[in-house]
């Protein structure tokens, strides 16, 4: 069975500009959450996502947009990016809101901002 | 934004030698996680701690839930070289999972 998928696996962008990055949940898993992680940083949280509908979003600004389709999957979209967006996003998905079941992260994209 | 604290930072140790890290929070959390991340990969669970005090073994992982559910630890024994990585604590909450700095690993073979 496939894991967590996300794409593209590396993206490089100008200032200004606006990047989407997409993530397929693991199959069955309705949840999918997306964290931000800067160079030497744990991973922060940002949005998380069950059956369509925002169920938690994280101190990160209104640049930051998401959204989960029927098939479970999500795109991150970030507006007017700044050099400080540089980072790895990561995806995690999970069988319900509450990952009782553990969350399963991607690998991630690397989103580095010029 | 929040994070734990989690230390120590970095570790560098022989092969062979024991390995203990901890993580510690203001907040309380019901459910305590540890993983391992890789380079070039997203973080893979090692072990998922649900109840104060308890004590839970993966191979030659060991990790407890403090009393108070604002604390955790971890210890790796006999480490061998595929050891090498960053082990982050991270505490479940509502939606979210609020994770430490990471602990980075480093073994002289």
């Known amino acids: 069975d496939a894991g967590v998928t996300q794409s593209p696996t590396h993206l490089i962008k100008t200032r200004g500009q606006q990047v989407t990055l997409r993530c397929s949940p693991i199959s069955g898993h309705k949840s999918v959450s997306w964290y931000q992680q800067v160079l030497g940083q744990g991973p922060q949280f940002i949005f998380q996502?069950?059956?369509?509908?925002?169920?938690g979003r994280g101190n990160f600004p209104d640049r930051f947009s998401a959204r989960q389709f029927p098939n479970y999957s999500s795109e991150l979209n970030v507006n007017a990016l700044l050099l400080g967006d540089s980072a790895l996003y990561l995806c995690a998905s999970s069988l319900a809101v509450v990952g009782s079941y553990g969350y399963t992260f991607g690998s991630g994209t690397r989103l580095t901002v010029v | 934004g929040q994070q734990l604290n989690q230390s120590p930072q970095s570790m560098f140790i022989q092969e062979g030698e024991d390995v203990s890290m901890n993580c510690t929070s203001s907040s309380i959390f019901n459910t305590w996680l540890w993983y391992k991340q890789e380079p070039g990969e997203g973080p893979v669970l090692l072990i998922a701690?649900?109840?104060?005090?308890e004590l839970t073994s993966n191979g030659r992982l060991t990790a407890q839930f403090g009393i108070t559910r604002k604390d955790s630890f971890l210890n790796i024994s006999a480490s061998i070289p595929s050891d090498v990585g960053i082990y982050f604590c991270a505490g479940q909450g509502a939606q979210k999972l609020v994770f430490g700095q990471g602990t980075r690993l480093t073994i002289n073979p």
């Open positions: 701690l649900y109840k104060a005090g």
């Open positions: 996502y069950y059956e369509k509908e925002e169920r």
